[in-house]
């Protein structure tokens, strides 16, 4: 689930239930206004929500830098007001035992929105059906999605790229369980034209099978490889992510900790030199060890532009839950 209430631009669902799952997808319609206004607020950041007394709440039960602090930026950028607890986990109520939709109730009588990442997948469906009345923003779902990252990653690679028609994009890494790349790939299984999509990655966490089949049937060509050596000459995006260390099981742990110290697919100087030269990195980050420093300053490192794009995409998100966009679109 993304966004509990849809833009105010777009009609009323006819039934909740159904629309869960549509509408955290985005059709292209709804994306390309979320990207018009997110120009918009970029050239000319106003405090639109300064007197509304708005207040948005960060509910985070997994750690967080980037989507914690850029939503909580957007929001006093935007001059709401924000409420936050660091580790849910261990601070709020959940110490106790509370259910995820009581505390979510709760704190949904505060706010006005409410930006939710939970260690589960569906979390933040459930607290939407938990409060109706209140927009939640899903900050990630355990593996599931995190579709707010998905809109920055597509908004970069479309800032960066000029836009997705005809060029090949690899994504690289923890394709089993990076929730970011599992919201991007839907995001970008919509658009027909992209020239190729590479998915990179070693056996043990490739790309699960409901997604391999949503993307393999549309009529995007689609390449799964284990060799980032061959994929990068060839693509103009290289998507790279972290191993998620967090959701290994004992079983498996032993996987991650010999891929964790493999360089195969790590983006090195020596991945850089095979790239095109007008070809983009990016990374949801936080990175450990599969992007390396020494390629930071190239200026196809496109990553730390990526970050700074998250605060305005989450501020276009926020004033088309809370208020007018067409005050923005019409200046
Ligand atoms: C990602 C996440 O939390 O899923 N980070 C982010 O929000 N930018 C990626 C990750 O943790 O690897």
Redesign the pocket.
Known sequence: LMIRRPPRSTPKPSSAASDVYKRQQFDKETLKRIFEITDKIRDNPIPMLKNSGFLMSTLFYEP?T??RFSFEAAMKKLGGDVISTESATNFSSAAKGERLEDSVRTVAAYSDVIVLRHSQEGAAEAAALACPDTPIINA?DGEGQ?PT?ALIDLYTIRRECGGVNGKSIALVGDLAH???IHSLLYLLAQYKDIGHLYLVSPEFVKLKRELLLHVAEKDIPLTISADLKEVAPKVDVIYQ??L?KERFDQNDFAMYQKYHRQADYRIDADILKLMKPDARILH???RVNELLPEVDNDPRAAYFRQVENGLYIRMALLVMLLSDTDFILNQ
């Open positions: 967080s980037r989507t990630g995190h990252q990076s929730r970011t992510t972290r998620q949801p980050l936080p």
